[in-house]
């Protein structure tokens, strides 16, 4: 059975500690402090760790991300031994990516959502589409293609071009045509996009226009070995890629 004392109602336990302060003064209560005074100290403590905790933590961190920037600076970069193939031997720009196709047709080729591009003369996936060498190369004015081998039939639009199986341009076309392409796969490269069409990447369609464009200084013309032309010595750099700060596109 609880005791008087026990069932004494919270405001009777109010009269009662009144009536205390009355007798003894309130310098009674404060030598008893409740249960959160007696608390506020410890809490005070764990906060002070906390945040001391919280402040070397961060210190650290800002010290190591400080470091890693400065190490991954190209002006730290100052000797880099060239070792081709050291991170993965074998390994290029296709090791890692995925192919997507525009099919062997017109008609697959619409229907994968491709675009007929005039500068390689190839369909390609719209994300490969580089509208601005697009302009480049068109800006030459010799684009332009023909139904028929003496270029009398002309093709009225671009999409009529990638329609048919074949058409006739001329021979300073398909030199503007390599040389486009090579500006093209040269801001590919240096931008480093993620999107490249196969042609740029295709080492044999390179080489083609590297010696086509060779061949054509011998098809009649001037001897062009016969033609002097000033070399200027030049003092080139080297940029060397720290791949253990590279990320890819």
């Excluded at 486009?180 to 480093?192: D, G, H, I, N, R």
């Excluded at 098809?219 to 940029?239: L, N, Q, S, T, Y």
Aim: charged letters at 20%; proline letters at 5%; aromatic letters at 12%.
């Amino acid at each position: 059975m609880a005791s008087a004392e026990e069932n004494r109602s919270f405001l009777d336990n109010h009269d009662w500690n009144n009536q205390e302060a009355a007798i003894h003064g309130p310098e009674r209560f404060y030598e008893n402090p409740s249960f959160w005074t007696r608390r506020l100290p410890n809490i005070n403590a764990q906060l002070s760790c906390g945040l001391i905790v919280f402040t070397l933590t961060s210190l650290f961190w800002g010290i190591f991300l400080f470091q890693l920037q400065r190490q991954c600076s190209p002006n730290s970069v100052t000797a880099y031994p060239h070792r081709p193939g050291i991170i993965e031997p074998g390994a290029n720009f296709k090791t890692h990516a995925r192919f997507i196709s525009c099919g062997r047709s017109t008609a697959e080729s619409k229907s994968l959502g491709c675009k007929y591009d005039i500068l390689s003369n190839h369909w390609v996936p719209a994300p490969c589409m580089d509208d601005d060498s697009v302009e480049m190369y068109q800006a030459d004015g010799s684009w332009f293609g023909f139904a028929d081998r003496n270029r009398t039939q002309l093709i009225e639009s671009m999409e009529a071009m990638g329609s048919v199986e074949i058409y006739y341009t001329n021979m300073r076309d398909h030199i503007v045509h390599c040389a486009a392409l090579w500006k093209k796969q040269f801001k590919a490269f240096f931008e480093e996009r993620i999107y490249y069409d196969s042609l740029i990447l295709d080492p044999k369609h390179t080489y083609h226009c590297a010696d086509f464009l060779v061949d054509m200084t011998d098809k009649g013309g001037p001897d062009f070995r016969k033609i002097p032309i000033e070399v200027v010595i030049g003092h080139a750099g080297c940029w060397i890629r720290d791949t253990s700060c590279h990320h890819s596109h």
